[in-house]
C-alpha cells in the first residue's frame, strides 16, 4: 500500500489531468446517498431496537425472582400439575374467541407428553415436585405476560 502512496504523490500531476468519464459524477452521487439512507435507517432502526430490548427487560420478572404462581398447590407432583392446569384452563376461558392470543397460549402451553409423565420413578415426591414447580411456573409467568399485553 505504500507504494501505491508513493506512486500517486509521485504522478500526482498525471491523475489531475484526466476528466472523469461521462455520467460518473451521478454514479457517486447514487452510491453517497444510498450510505446516506442506510445511515438514516440505522439510526431510526437502533433507538426502536433498544426500546424494545429496555421494554423485555422491563416486563419479564427476574429469573431469580419469579412469581410464585403454584403457591397455593401442595407439594405434591400431582397438585402441582393440577394446579397447573386449571390456570392454564382460566387462561383459555379469558383468552375467548382472538385467535392470536389462543395461538400464543397453544405454544406456550401445548405439551405431546407433560413433563410429570417423564420424570423418574426414581426421584422421590419432593423432588420431582421441585422440577415441576420451577417448570410450570416459567410457563406461567409466560401465560400471565400474554394476559397481560391482551
Known amino acids: 500500500m505504500k507504494r501505491l502512496d508513493d506512486y500517486i504523490r509521485a504522478n500526482a500531476a498525471a491523475f489531475d489531468t484526466?476528466?472523469?468519464q461521462e455520467g460518473a459524477e451521478e454514479r457517486f452521487l447514487k452510491k453517497w446517498e444510498?450510505?446516506?439512507r442506510r445511515v438514516?435507517?440505522?439510526r431510526a432502526v437502533l433507538p426502536a431496537a433498544a426500546a424494545a430490548a429496555l421494554a423485555a427487560v422491563l416486563l419479564l420478572p427476574p429469573a431469580d425472582r419469579s412469581t410464585d404462581w403454584l403457591r397455593t398447590a401442595d407439594n405434591t407432583p400431582q397438585s402441582i400439575y393440577c394446579n397447573y392446569m386449571a390456570q392454564v384452563a382460566k387462561a383459555w376461558e379469558e383468552a375467548g374467541p382472538d385467535e392470536m392470543l389462543s395461538a400464543q397460549l397453544r405454544s406456550l402451553t401445548d405439551e405431546?407428553?407433560?413433563l410429570i409423565d417423564l420424570l423418574p420413578e426414581e426421584l422421590d415426591d419432593a423432588s420431582q415436585a421441585e422440577i415441576l414447580r420451577k417448570h410450570y411456573n416459567t410457563l406461567?409467568?409466560?401465560v400471565h405476560q400474554l394476559m397481560k399485553t391482551r
Do not use: N, Q
Request: no cysteine; glycine share 14%.
Open 18 to 20: 484526466e476528466t472523469p
Open 34 to 36: 444510498a450510505g446516506r
Open 40 to 42: 438514516r435507517i440505522f
Open 112 to 114: 405431546s407428553i407433560p
Open 140 to 142: 406461567l409467568d409466560g
